[in-house]
């Protein structure tokens, strides 16, 4: 089954503990994101990788950190969460970097820092 | 001028009934206007999308309504259902950036 698949789906953690959501797909995309989403803002990208070791900045990277060293693996890091991080995480991929595709999303990761 | 203005932030609709979602734009380069759904413990999933070479856009009970003149674009569910309860977000888009810029989404739920 073609898939994004986020681990893990609900994570608690406490403030400064480095962490890291794993982010994998298995369509052979090129196209990677990743998302946050807060009541009432949506969805503000945080970083994309239009394919291996090309990655960028989105909308809102400060604290979060990413890599792309294989194809299907994006995964995102935290290396001093806080509680403002606290949010509920997707990421997305697309066949291209153009949008007409679609993205595919994952199930999401719910990340709490106290 | 890239936002994305999204309302109502949610809506009751009974079943049956029709359910409308708007969406107004600035940025004039926008060429590409996809909507969203998003069901409890799920990530979003594209549901229908319109270009502006055309005015509407219809998949079974999905319809999207656009107005390139208001830069406003719509999304209008007939015969809503219950299984259509979900947040429901727009975008638009360029050709040449392949940045999605997201409305806020709006919490659609339809009574029995």
């Known amino acids: 089954e073609a898939q994004v698949t986020q681990n893990p789906r609900y994570l608690i953690t406490v403030t400064g503990k480095k962490l890291t959501v794993t982010c994998s797909q298995n369509m052979n995309h090129e196209y990677m994101s990743w998302y946050r989403q807060d009541p009432g803002l949506g969805l503000r990208q945080i970083y994309y990788s239009m394919n291996v070791e090309v990655t960028d900045k989105g909308d809102v990277p400060e604290g979060y950190k990413v890599s792309r060293k294989e194809k299907r693996n994006f995964p995102l890091i935290l290396e001093s969460p806080s509680p403002n991080q606290t949010s509920l995480y997707f990421c997305?991929?697309?066949?291209?970097?153009?949008?007409?595709?679609?993205?595919?999303f994952g199930s999401g990761t719910r990340l709490t820092v106290v | 001028q890239q936002q994305v203005k999204q309302s109502p932030q949610s809506l009751i609709v009974q079943k049956g009934g029709i359910s409308i979602i708007n969406c107004a734009y600035e940025?004039?380069?926008?060429?590409?206007f996809p909507w969203y759904q998003q069901f409890p413990g799920k990530g979003p999933a594209l549901l229908i999308a319109i270009r502006p070479d055309v005015s509407e856009k219809k998949e079974g009970r999905f319809t999207i309504s656009f107005n390139k003149s208001a830069k406003q674009f719509s999304l209008h569910i007939m015969d809503s259902q219950p299984g259509d309860s979900a947040t429901y977000f727009c975008a638009a888009s360029m050709d040449s950036n392949y940045q999605l810029i997201w409305g806020a989404g709006t919490k659609l739920i339809i009574k029995p």
């Open positions: 997305a991929s697309s066949l291209t970097q153009g949008v007409n595709y679609g993205y595919t």
């Open positions: 940025n004039t380069a926008f060429d590409y």
